[in-house]
């Protein structure tokens, strides 16, 4: 966990865990209460309610416009931190349940007789914090989807939105198509009753440098177009058993590899090469133990 030390952040507990650690006893008799959920770094829940949710990264460090993607039928689609300065998202973070995850349609495609566009503007950025058009067209980069296509097959709606530009980051074909679908396939499988009861879900491009990787950028490009050097997954997984994650960092570049394991980092590795707090809405105690999980275990748990 990045930012146990910032004592600025208020505690926020999240209401789907209060249920669990809400006292049953009286102020005046200790040996009835239960303990007080601790969690220094948990988002700012009165702030924007959204991001009391267990898929949201920490906010406010590195500071991002938060963009929330809904649905009438299903709630909360998925939702985007987005860069102003960098005029980049860094993540997109969304959940898989079995209410979500259910098949009533299939890829969309635009239909240009209606004016629509594969890769819709996400009007909600001001434009002097995106860049202008459609960098993609042309670059030899695809548009790589960070919340995918085929997670969100659960209504129309839900799939249009995963085309917003702002849920694209610029991938290598042979990498799109590649090792990250396989990545991405690989958490598919996870999304079964039997492995989950919820999956949250973490994902990105490093589009600045930090401590723990000072190359995280491959090139910046016309507008300030940045192509990423790396991508990650962080992956919660909830059950009757608890809680456990992984983390998955990977270069980018053509690569079809399908031998995932050699990817697999625990997240505290992961935070510290992306500068991102995943999961700070867990407890502490909760967090600083799955997180801190040596990496072997790690691919033990998951299956690899």
Not at 100 to 114: E, I, L, P
Not at 259 to 264: E, F, P, Q, T
């Amino acid at each position: 966990m990045l930012m146990k030390n910032l004592k600025s952040l208020l505690p926020v507990v999240i209401i789907a865990l209060t249920a669990g650690f809400t006292s049953c006893g009286s102020d005046d008799d200790p040996s009835e209460q239960t303990p007080k959920v601790v969690n220094v770094n948990a988002n700012d829940g009165k702030a924007n309610v959204y991001t009391a949710r267990m898929e949201f990264p920490n906010v406010s460090s590195p500071k991002v416009r938060v963009l929330v993607n809904s649905t009438s039928d299903y709630g909360v689609n998925y939702s985007v931190g987005w860069d102003d300065e960098l005029k980049s998202q860094r993540y997109s973070c969304y959940a898989m349940y079995n209410g979500n995850s259910v098949v009533h349609t299939s890829r969309w495609y635009a239909d240009a007789s209606k004016g629509e566009t594969q890769y819709p503007i996400d009007e909600r950025i001001p434009s002097q914090y995106r860049i202008s058009g459609d960098p993609f067209w042309g670059s030899g980069y695809d548009h790589g989807h960070i919340c995918p296509s085929a997670d969100r097959l659960c209504s129309r709606e839900a799939n249009i939105q995963t085309f917003y530009l702002s849920n694209m980051q610029p991938q290598v074909n042979k990498f799109n198509a590649g090792v990250w679908s396989n990545m991405e396939q690989r958490v598919r499988s996870w999304n079964t009753y039997s492995f989950r009861d919820t999956l949250y879900v973490c994902k990105g491009g490093t589009i600045a440098a930090t401590a723990g990787c000072p190359d995280a950028v491959a090139q910046v490009r016309g507008q300030g177009w940045i192509i990423p050097k790396y991508y990650f997954m962080a992956i919660l997984c909830k059950n009757a058993s608890g809680y456990k994650a992984l983390g998955f960092w990977v270069e980018h570049k053509a690569n079809e590899d399908g031998d995932l394991a050699k990817y697999v980092v625990n997240i505290d590795d992961l935070e510290r090469r992306t500068g991102l707090d995943f999961f700070c809405n867990l407890p502490d105690d909760v967090e600083n133990k799955i997180e801190a999980l040596p990496v072997e275990n790690v691919k033990t748990a998951w299956g690899f």
